[in-house]
């Protein structure tokens, strides 16, 4: 990575660049990931720059005004840990997810690794009308 930029600041960028994403603006990703990124979320597990770009692609194809907001980024050395908001609209409902991400950069500054944590069963699938009732029921059973 260039001396000029600390991981810190580097974050920070990563972070406009998430915040600003559009389907255009997609087309600069190689100036965030490297080619052999690696990217996992509950619903995804690729390798690959293309294959990312693609995530990211069926995001816009799929959801309404998908939009992510982080509110903290916590860094060491060349990883971080980041909190997020995912805002988007599905049929017309608006919907938000909150998670956090694990990143781990080069030495050129690129994201290598990208994980998402986020509870994706509370999420999205109690909201699901046959799916859910039996997740919530499953989920007031096993709670303290």
Do not use: C
């Not at 000029?4 to 990703?29: C, G, N």
């Not at 309404?64 to 990883?79: A, G, K, Q």
């Amino acid at each position: 990575m260039s001396e000029s930029v600390s991981p810190q600041e580097r974050y920070k960028m990563i972070a406009r660049w998430f915040e600003q994403l559009t389907l255009k603006s997609l087309d600069t990703i190689d100036t965030i990931y490297s080619p052999s990124a690696a990217f996992s979320d509950p619903f995804n597990d690729v390798v690959g720059i293309d294959r990312v770009k693609a995530v990211y692609a069926h995001m816009f194809a799929t959801l309404d005004n998908p939009r992510f907001v982080l509110d903290r980024i916590l860094t060491e050395d060349m990883s971080a840990f980041v909190l997020w908001t995912f805002e988007f609209q599905l049929s017309g409902q608006s919907h938000r997810i909150a998670g956090v991400t694990h990143f781990e950069l080069d030495d050129h500054g690129l994201v290598t690794l990208h994980r998402d944590y986020w509870d994706a069963a509370k999420q999205v699938y109690e909201k699901v009308p046959l799916l859910g009732p039996v997740l919530r029921w499953l989920r007031k059973r096993m709670s303290a």
